[in-house]
Nanobody
Framework: QFAVVESGGGSVEPGGSLRLSCAASGFTLDDYSLGWFRQAPGKEREGISCISISGMSTRYADSVKGRFTISRDNAKNTVYLQMSSLRPEDTGVYYC?????????????????WGQGTPVTVSS
């Protein structure tokens, strides 16, 4: 079965850092662009970052630009989201998604495989 699994979520104080991981199971991430999405409490899910198949193209939502960094390690079949300078408004469930296209998107619609999400809480 094809699946992506997120990990690395947790609780952190404002200003802290976390690194999320997204591992693929049953397929190779080499042929997929990846996106990270976030659903804050009471809000709709939003795209926050994505990376192309080659890794040469990345995109970020304005809310995380300069604080979050997406990367991929195809040898480990894993994509990462390094989150720094975390704020309370970064709290939410973070989802990883994959789609078989060269370029990525911050829109949900083109993504094929979705993980179950990993929760992140930023609070003092």
């Amino acid at each position: 079965q094809f699946a992506v699994v997120e990990s690395g979520g947790g609780s952190v104080e404002p200003g802290g850092s976390l690194r999320l991981s997204c591992a693929a199971s049953g397929f190779t991430l080499d042929d997929y662009s990846l996106g990270w999405f976030r659903q804050a409490p009471g809000k709709e899910r939003e795209g926050i970052s994505c990376i192309s198949i080659s890794g040469m193209s990345t995109r970020y939502a304005d809310s995380v630009k300069g604080r979050f960094t997406i990367s991929r390690d195809n040898a480990k079949n894993t994509v990462y989201l390094q989150m720094s300078s975390l704020r309370p408004e970064d709290t939410g469930v973070y989802y990883c998604a994959a789609r078989p296209t060269l370029l990525c998107s911050l829109s949900e619609d083109p993504y094929t495989y979705w993980g179950q999400g990993t929760p992140v809480t930023v609070s003092s």
